[in-house]
Each structure stands twice: as C-alpha cells, then as structure tokens.
Nanobody, 120 residues
Framework: QVQLVESGGGLVQAGGSLRLSCAAS????????MGWYRQAPGKERELVAQITSGGSTKYADSVLGRFTISIDNAKKTGDLQMNSLKPEDTAVYYCNANIYTWSEGSDYYWGQGTQVTVSS
C-alpha cells in the first residue's frame, strides 16, 4: 500500500525559508508526477506547484520565483523549497503524487498534510 508522508513544516518569520519533503513508501515502480497543495482556514485547497518525472514544472502565480519544487524518483521523494515566505503562505500543505504500482497501475495519493505558519 502506498503512503505519502510530509515533513518539514513549522513556524517561521516572514522572509524566512522552509523546505518541505514528501516521502513515498510501498511497492512503487515510479512517481509520474508530484504536486504540493495548500489549504488555509476557510479557503479551498489550491495547487502550489507540480512537477512531472521529466522535470516539467508549474507554479501558482502567488509563489512563482519564491518556491521551487523538485523530485527524486530514485529515492521516491519530492521537496518544496519555500523562500521569502509571507504570512499569506500560512496553510496546511499537502503532497499529492501520481504513482505507478504493479498492483494498482497509476493512481493519485495524498499525504496527511503539514502545517506551515508564517508570522509577520
């Protein structure tokens, strides 16, 4: 069974940096794509960044130039480097990945989320 576990969240002052990591476990053949989403209180979950196994990336306008997404298929991990953090980046951040397994084929999986809080 595939599981995604995020780590790296926490409390940081505005202008600071955090690095989120997402580790996939289970009998995985490959990670086809990975994305980071966030959900602030009272708001809908939104896409922050996504990357394909080929390295193509997409970012939300609000984080462009500040966040960088990466993926390591050999290690079955992905990271989100967040710089120049702003209070409006405060949210629970979720990892989402499209993963291929021999038993299930390609399917999407979610992590449990990690809290990021940026103080002003």
């Amino acid at each position: 069974q595939v599981q995604l576990v995020e780590s790296g969240g926490g409390l940081v002052q505005a202008g600071g940096s955090l690095r989120l990591s997402c580790a996939a476990s289970g009998i995985i053949f490959s990670i086809n794509a990975m994305g980071w989403y966030r959900q602030a209180p009272g708001k809908e979950r939104e896409l922050v960044a996504q990357i394909t196994s080929g390295g193509s990336t997409k970012y939300a306008d609000s984080v462009l130039g500040r966040f960088t997404i990466s993926i390591d298929n050999a290690k079955k991990t992905g990271d989100l480097q967040m710089n120049s953090l702003k209070p409006e980046d405060t949210a629970v951040y979720y990892c989402n990945a499209n993963i291929y397994t021999w038993s299930e084929g390609s399917d999407y999986y979610w992590g449990q989320g990690t809290q990021v809080t940026v103080s002003s």
